[in-house]
């Protein structure tokens, strides 16, 4: 799923392309994009783009008249740019957003339909869409400790609760915990203020080199290559490969269709934590340490 890094470069790319410009036409592909009735799509065509904004991991484009668009990308969702008029690409295409210097495409891989595009007019119908969870790259750190604090939730669930902390998903969650050392399972009023001091400086350390870099990569083309395994990932993604920080195994825990990496020697003082698959099925099998993993 696109997280904070992506969206922020994918409205850069936008901001560049269709500030200002006129919305000639919408063309919805797919009927399940579409989640609101009133006010009508219809409504937006032929007005100019003012404003470009992040609501989470929602992309808000704001035209004339107090209308908005708002994308939510979900886990396959993906925006393309191409030439004006270009169709929507097969069983792919969810919509096509033709402005008249080109078209934006929105696609999705899969067979399951995520992707949602809402219509708002006015702020208050737009703030309604939004989770209000902190953001963390503008929040202070008592205003951190205070949203993780709100409620007593494993640090994972923290991070990736919406209504917590804003844009952040299972990828750079990972990645936040990994480097401040902190366990995915440990329960935020558990954490010291040290501890959540450490993950609040961390959080804001990874978001921002990760925006960096992906600007960078992108340079002045339209972000394409947007996925949740980036190279150059500690730990998210590498499950068995070396830790880069002490070349443990990097371990998993599983639960529908989601996956929390984790190093057991720099987050979890060596002890591996129960995947709620494997270790129900192997029951006193399942291995509680690096040592007995390392021996089955």
């Not at 997280?3 to 919805?28: H, K, M, N, T």
């Not at 808000?60 to 994308?71: C, H, K, N, S």
Request: hydrophobic share 40%; charged share 25%.
């Amino acid at each position: 799923m696109p997280e904070l890094p992506d969206i922020v470069v994918y409205i850069e790319a936008l901001q560049a392309r269709i500030a200002g410009r006129r919305l000639d036409a919408v063309r919805i592909a797919s009927p399940a994009l579409l989640r609101t009735v009133e006010p009508p799509l219809e409504e937006c065509v032929g007005k100019r783009v003012i404003a470009l904004r992040r609501l989470g991991k929602r992309i808000a484009i704001g035209l004339e008249d107090g209308y908005w668009l708002v994308l939510h990308l979900m886990i396959a969702g993906r925006l393309r740019w191409r030439p004006p008029g270009t169709k929507p690409p097969g069983r792919r295409g969810l919509a096509a957003f033709d402005f008249p210097n080109g078209t934006l495409l929105l696609t999705e891989a899969g067979s399951k339909r995520r992707a949602s595009l809402h219509v708002a007019r006015g702020e208050a119908a737009l703030e309604a869409l939004h989770r209000n969870g902190l953001e963390i790259l503008e929040a202070t750190l008592p205003m951190f400790r205070k949203a993780l604090r709100s409620r007593n939730r494993t640090a994972k669930r923290a991070l990736t609760d919406p209504s917590i902390c804003s844009g952040i998903g299972n990828a750079y969650s990972d990645e936040i915990l990994h480097r401040a050392g902190i366990s995915p399972l440990a329960l935020t009023g558990s954490l010291d203020d040290g501890e959540l001091e450490r993950l609040y400086v961390v959080a804001r350390e990874v978001l921002a080199e990760w925006v960096d870099r992906l600007r960078a990569d992108a340079g002045d083309r339209f972000p394409e290559k947007v996925t949740a395994f980036r190279e150059g990932m500690a730990i998210h993604g590498r499950y068995r490969q070396a830790c880069p920080d002490c070349g443990c195994p990097v371990q998993r825990i599983r639960y529908a269709s989601n996956e929390t990496n984790y190093c057991a020697q720099c987050q979890t003082g060596g002890k591996v934590l129960a995947d709620r698959a494997l270790s129900r099925l192997l029951r006193s099998d399942w291995p509680r340490s690096l040592e007995e993993l390392s021996n089955s």
